[in-house]
């Protein structure tokens, strides 16, 4: 695992934000609360998680444009606030949220791989310091996170097994994968590709216990995180 460090508060406005450092990746993450519901969800009395992501025009090493700019969302941005917003519902019990909406911005300062999981990651930590909030306003009668959820790649480059793959890495992995789990080990989601040649059953084993403990890692440190900031 590259060097990790999560600040969680780290704005002044938000509900709850963190800033996550894996690396060189950088992924400032807010959580803002509304006190409403989608329509479609109204008359369930349940509350709702949602999330948004997107990358700064100089996260990369050559300027991207921004999507506002373009007028729609790319393909690739949809999928990636999908994948943090059913991440991060997994592990939230709707009834003891109320209903209200929160939904996490997760902004890419700096890319250097593993944007998306460095997202669910810090994100996680967001959503709870805004919990936190709903709870010190009297606003919540039981904690409505069930679990934690942390999300790291995993890949193989010249046959072997790698954590947390850097951009270098990645774009030469002969397998490519995201992983998302959930505090007690149980998998919320597995992202896997063979981008050249096929894998096997024991290559995907590996890497899936790979994946496990540096996610067993990653919750520790939010746990800690999130001890020092009394949440």
Not at 21 to 43: D, F, L, N, Y
Not at 188 to 198: F, K, L, S
């Amino acid at each position: 695992m590259r060097p990790v460090v999560i600040k969680p508060a780290v704005s002044v406005f938000a509900e709850g934000s963190a800033l996550i450092q894996m690396g060189r990746t950088q992924v400032h993450c807010t959580a803002s609360i509304e006190e409403s519901v989608p329509r479609w969800r109204e008359k369930s009395k349940l509350g709702w998680v949602t999330a948004e992501y997107g990358m700064l025009p100089r996260a990369t090493s050559e300027r991207t444009g921004r999507e506002a700019a373009k007028g729609r969302v790319g393909g690739r941005t949809a999928e990636i606030q999908r994948l943090i917003g059913r991440a991060l519902r997994a592990v939230v019990d709707f009834q003891r949220l109320g209903p209200r909406t929160i939904t996490l911005d997760c902004d890419v300062l700096q890319a250097d791989g593993g944007t998306r999981t460095a997202a669910i990651t810090g994100g996680y930590v967001a959503l709870a310091c805004a919990c936190a909030q709903l709870r010190k306003r009297g606003l919540l009668t039981e904690w409505p996170l069930l679990d934690y959820v942390a999300a790291v790649s995993v890949g193989v480059v010249e046959g072997q097994p790698l954590l947390d793959l850097e951009y270098a890495d990645d774009v030469r992995a002969d397998v490519d994968m995201n992983i998302v789990m959930a505090g007690g080990g149980r998998f919320i989601e597995v992202q896997g590709t063979a981008e050249h040649n096929p894998f096997d059953q024991s290559m995907l084993l590996r890497l899936l216990a790979l994946a496990k403990q540096g996610i067993a890692d990653l919750i520790v440190l939010q746990r800690r995180v999130l001890q020092r900031a009394r949440v």
